[in-house]
C-alpha cells in the first residue's frame, strides 16, 4: 500500500441547477481517487437531485500538458453510478439521490487525468454536504 493523501472539506449547496461542489487536482504518480460524499444537511430533510462526476485529462505524448479545458462528463444519472465504466471502478450507491445523512463512496482510476470536478444540486434550500476525499498512490 502506498501513500495516501486525505482531505476533508464542508460546502454549502443550494436549490437549482448543479453547482460545483470541489476540482481535485490529481497529483503526480497517483492511480487512485477515492471519494467518500455525504449529505450532511442541516434544518432540512432534502436529497440531493443531482450529481455529476466530470474529468479533464492529460495529453497523451505530452503529460504535464492538459489537452483541453473542456470537462468530460463521467457520471451524472442514475445509471452511470448503478453500472459504472471504467475510469469509474466502484460506486457504493446512486449519488444523484443521496438522502439527508446518507454518504456515497466513489473509486476513479485517475491515471492520466488532470482533475476530478464534482457538481450536485439539492432538492431543496441552501444545505450543507461534507465531502472527504484521498488519493491512493503506489
Excluded at 487536482?25 to 450529481?51: C, M, Q, W, Y
Excluded at 445509471?79 to 446512486?94: A, E, F, M, N, R
Excluded at 449519488?95 to 470536478?117: C, F, Y
Aim: net charge negative.
Amino acid at each position: 500500500m502506498g501513500r495516501q493523501l486525505k482531505n476533508t472539506d464542508t460546502v454549502s449547496i443550494s436549490d437549482g441547477n448543479a453547482q460545483e461542489l470541489v476540482t481535485i487536482k490529481i497529483h503526480e504518480g497517483s492511480h487512485r481517487l477515492n471519494i467518500t460524499v455525504t449529505n450532511a444537511n442541516t434544518g432540512s430533510d432534502f436529497a440531493l437531485d443531482e450529481f455529476e462526476v466530470q474529468r479533464r485529462v492529460f495529453s497523451t505524448t505530452t503529460p504535464s500538458t492538459i489537452v483541453t479545458s473542456a470537462w468530460e462528463t463521467l457520471a451524472n444519472i442514475a445509471s452511470d453510478y448503478l453500472s459504472p465504466q471504467i475510469p469509474i471502478l466502484t460506486v457504493s450507491t446512486d449519488m444523484t439521490i443521496l438522502a439527508k445523512n446518507a454518504s456515497g463512496h466513489i473509486t476513479i482510476d485517475v491515471l492520466g487525468i488532470d482533475a476530478i470536478r464534482l457538481n450536485a444540486a439539492c432538492s431543496g434550500s441552501t444545505r450543507n454536504t461534507d465531502l472527504t476525499y484521498y488519493w491512493q498512490q503506489r
